[in-house]
Nanobody, 113 residues
């Protein structure tokens, strides 16, 4: 059974950094693209960026470009989302996603002073 589990969320001050992890099980990460999405309170879930099987990164949301990056460690079956220069508007539940259409349960990120 394919499973994705996010971790690393929490409360951070504006300008701070967090690294989220997405641990996958039930499949070999090497063969799947992984993406990160987020859903802010009262808003729809939006795609942020994804990483392909050959480590190509695609950004879906311009406001995170230059601040967020994604990486994968196939040996650990884990994908990371490094978030820098966080802003209050980054507050959301963050989800990882895998092809064909698997989702984690989400992890809360709150940016506030």
């Amino acid at each position: 059974q394919m499973q994705l589990v996010e971790s690393g969320g929490g409360l951070v001050q504006p300008g701070g950094s967090l690294r989220l992890s997405c641990a996958v099980s039930g499949f070999t990460l090497d063969y799947y693209a992984i993406g990160w999405y987020r859903q802010a309170p009262g808003k729809e879930r939006v795609g942020l960026l994804c990483i392909s099987t050959n480590d190509a990164i695609s950004y879906y949301l311009n406001s995170v470009k230059g601040r967020f990056t994604i990486s994968r460690d196939n040996a650990k079956n884990t994908v990371y989302l490094q978030m820098n220069s966080l802003k209050p508007e980054d507050t959301a539940v963050y989800y990882c996603w895998s092809t064909p259409d698997y989702w984690g349960q989400g992890t809360q990120v709150s940016v506030s002073s």
